[in-house]
């Protein structure tokens, strides 16, 4: 019985120390930990050509992931290069890289399911 205990205690930690990041990286965007946690736990599709806070949310992630990008709430193409740099990363091949944020790309930032 003390695996399901041990599971249960590895997966409270990474909700600590996801909720950790966020609320961290919060305090720089407008609207602060409300925003970022809307972010996080929305997860919207993102693409080049969009703005917004969540936008900014991304960049600051990927900031932290080790890809160092421009924090201005543009999703242009230096935040496309960016995401296409982590997607490689985290293992996606072909058509994965496709520098788009959808459910895979956001795992692998807050979930940390890739790095």
Request: hydrophobic residues 40%.
């Amino acid at each position: 019985m003390k695996a399901p205990r041990v599971l249960f205690a590895a997966l409270i930690g990474v909700t600590v120390l996801t909720c950790a990041s966020v609320t961290a990286e919060a305090s720089a965007l407008p609207g602060g930990a409300a925003t970022a946690h809307r972010c996080a736990t929305t997860r919207p599709f993102l693409s080049q050509g969009d703005r917004g806070t969540c936008v900014t949310f991304l960049q600051q992630k990927l900031t932290s992931s080790g890809i160092p990008t421009a924090t201005d709430g543009v999703f242009g193409s230096g935040t496309t290069r960016s995401v296409k740099t982590f997607q490689r990363a985290c293992g996606f091949r072909g058509k994965q890289v496709d520098g788009m944020v959808g459910p895979g790309t956001w795992a692998g930032l807050l979930d940390h399911s890739c790095v």
